[in-house]
């Protein structure tokens, strides 16, 4: 059982360049989050997914695209790098959002823009 | 929004005594209250949650206790150990309209517990 997995775990950028993160989920969930961590910053919610075909904008969405074809899946991608978004990113999905449903991490993706 | 305030962001404590950490929330309509465990270069992972029908639960060396009237719930962990150093994170979920990830969950800041031998 995979649950959610995330690729690449490290990546370097140079400013200005493009690149997609991918997550992926095998546990059938309908809700997907991506945060960003930075230090003293906690988790800040990037975009979220209800389910296929539906994607909604967090806290610090700029620079930063989703697309939910599937149900499994939920890339983000960075339109042209920039310093401001070294960090590490995390995937996490869930069931419902119901009382008592835990939200299931990725292991993180630590991208550094140079 | 919900919004959620954590304290200390930095707690440090001897090997064998109690570590509290207090979480407080905006929205009286939230009702499912997690805390995850962050260590060094992993992922969060849930370690105890409380419904807001419950103000008291327990499993082995941690609690958590919730208070809805005063909105707010604390993690208690008993006898620390070195393996209880990582960050912390408090999440409170509300109801549609208070924001939140796709599961309505908004986080906390974090606190990094250090466990001093």
């Known amino acids: 059982n995979a649950g959610v997995t995330q690729t690449p775990k490290f990546q370097v950028l140079k400013t200005g360049q493009s690149m997609t993160l991918q997550c992926a989920q095998d546990?059938?969930?309908?809700?997907m989050s991506w945060y960003r961590q930075d230090p003293g910053m906690g988790l800040r919610l990037i975009h979220y997914?209800?389910?296929?075909?539906?994607?909604d904008q967090g806290e610090v969405p700029n620079g930063y695209n989703v697309s939910r074809s599937t149900t499994e899946d939920f890339p983000l991608r960075l339109l042209s790098a920039a310093p401001s978004q070294t960090s590490v990113y995390f995937c996490?999905?869930?069931?419902?959002?119901?009382?008592?449903?835990?939200?299931?991490f990725g292991q993180g993706t630590r991208l550094t823009v140079v | 929004g919900e919004n959620v305030e954590q304290h200390p962001s930095t707690l440090s404590v001897q090997e064998g005594d109690s570590a509290v950490i207090k979480c407080t929330y905006s929205?009286?309509?939230?009702?499912?209250f997690p805390w995850y465990k962050q260590e060094l270069g992993k992922r969060p992972q849930l370690i105890i949650d409380?419904?807001?029908?419950?103000g008291e639960k327990k499993d082995q060396r941690i609690a958590v206790t919730l208070n809805k009237t005063a909105k707010h719930f604390s993690l208690h962990i008993t006898e620390t150990q070195p393996e209880d150093s990582a960050v912390y994170f408090c999440?409170?979920?509300?109801?549609?309209?208070?924001?939140?990830?796709?599961?309505?969950?908004?986080f906390g800041k974090g606190t990094h517990l250090i466990i001093q031998p």
């Open positions: 996490a999905s869930s069931y419902s959002r119901t009382a008592n449903t835990e939200a299931f």
């Open positions: 546990m059938n969930h309908e809700y």
């Open positions: 997914s209800v389910g296929a075909g539906i994607t």
């Open positions: 929205d009286s309509a939230s009702n499912y």
């Open positions: 409380i419904r807001s029908n419950v």
């Open positions: 999440a409170a979920r509300g109801p549609m309209y208070s924001g939140g990830g796709a599961d309505g969950l908004t």
